[in-house]
């Protein structure tokens, strides 16, 4: 009995990217965002599978249309569980993690180094509130900013959540176990903008199974999460060289707020010494444990108050 609770626990887990908001304008579900595979909303496990860069399958499809949206401006992402109804849950309460989008040229298809990073939330420690929280409360939306000075063209938007109630385990150690990925990809045509043309990253590359935030046991005490991955980008600043993909160590910095207006300008990219060391087993019905005192954000977006 055990065991089939644990199974639908899991069951209620998933999630999905179903629809976004351009210029202030809601698509519909799917459109712009490239095929969903037969289960959507199942994750991808595998960090060095080309089923990371955007999902199973996608990298092998392409979205129907390619939606127009100006440089600078709100793109309201909207994760789903099931379908796009109002009573939807979004994605289970215990697969708590962060949020992260990345861009790449559409032309590249998101192979090579061509995705930089221009949105990540993590945990915010003075509340206790990871990313899923937000999201879960505000009806699967979150607001990101494009960056002002890109070059205009066609790109691929990556959004991306992970899950880490069974990151205490490296998945190469045991692969029934280990941190869940659930990325998708949109199609967007960027107008206006500038001449940017930012750093860009690897996806599969960036993230390995005992880099600092995919290895990570939430069932510790923390005080503090690595993001994983590069750095976000930020328009107009020098940070295109990047960050260590594999960093160790760091040093904390952050002001994420979690209510519906929060700015999210602070989610932090440095890193906790103290990650993925985990000795002890985990049901996706436990509750996780920690002693937040620290708060860590770095991002160029916000909650959308459209819930």
């Not at 500038?194 to 993230?207: C, H, N, R, V």
């Not at 602070?266 to 436990?286: R, V």
Request: with cysteine; glycine share 10%.
């Amino acid at each position: 009995l055990a065991l089939f609770a644990g199974m639908a626990s899991m069951t209620n887990a998933h999630t999905y990217l179903s629809k976004l908001t351009l210029d202030g304008v809601q698509e519909s579900e799917g459109k712009c965002i490239r095929p969903y595979p037969a289960k959507r909303n199942f994750p991808v496990k595998d960090p060095s599978s080309t089923d990371l860069t955007c999902g199973t399958g996608g990298g092998s499809t392409t979205a129907s249309e390619t939606c127009p949206v100006e440089a600078g401006s709100t793109v309201t992402i909207e994760w789903h569980h099931d379908n796009d109804s109002a009573s939807d849950d979004i994605i289970d309460g215990t697969h708590l993690g962060p949020c992260l989008v990345y861009m790449a040229p559409l032309e590249s298809n998101g192979s090579g180094d061509v995705w930089f990073k221009i949105f990540e939330d993590g945990y915010n420690a003075s509340t206790g509130k990871w990313c899923v929280d937000k999201i879960r409360s505000n009806g699967g939306k979150l607001d990101v900013t494009l960056p002002s000075d890109i070059k205009a063209g066609d790109y691929l938007l990556r959004t991306e959540v992970i899950a880490l109630h069974e990151a205490d385990t490296d998945y190469n150690v045991n692969p029934n176990r280990g941190t869940q990925y659930y990325p998708n990809c949109a199609q967007l045509s960027v107008t206006g903008g500038g001449s940017a043309e930012p750093k860009g990253y690897a996806i599969p590359g960036i993230y390995k199974t005992d880099s600092p935030g995919i290895l990570f046991n939430l069932y510790s005490s923390f005080t503090s999460y690595p993001i994983p991955g590069p750095d976000v980008y930020i328009p107009g600043a020098d940070n295109n060289s990047g960050r260590d993909n594999d960093k160790t160590t760091s040093t904390d910095e952050s002001s994420t707020d979690d209510s519906s207006t929060d700015e999210n300008s602070s989610e932090d990219t440095s890193k906790d010494t103290s990650t993925g060391e985990s000795s002890e087993s985990e049901s996706t019905t436990d509750k996780p444990t920690s002693t937040p005192d620290d708060t860590e954000s770095s991002n160029s977006g916000k909650l959308s108050s459209g819930a």
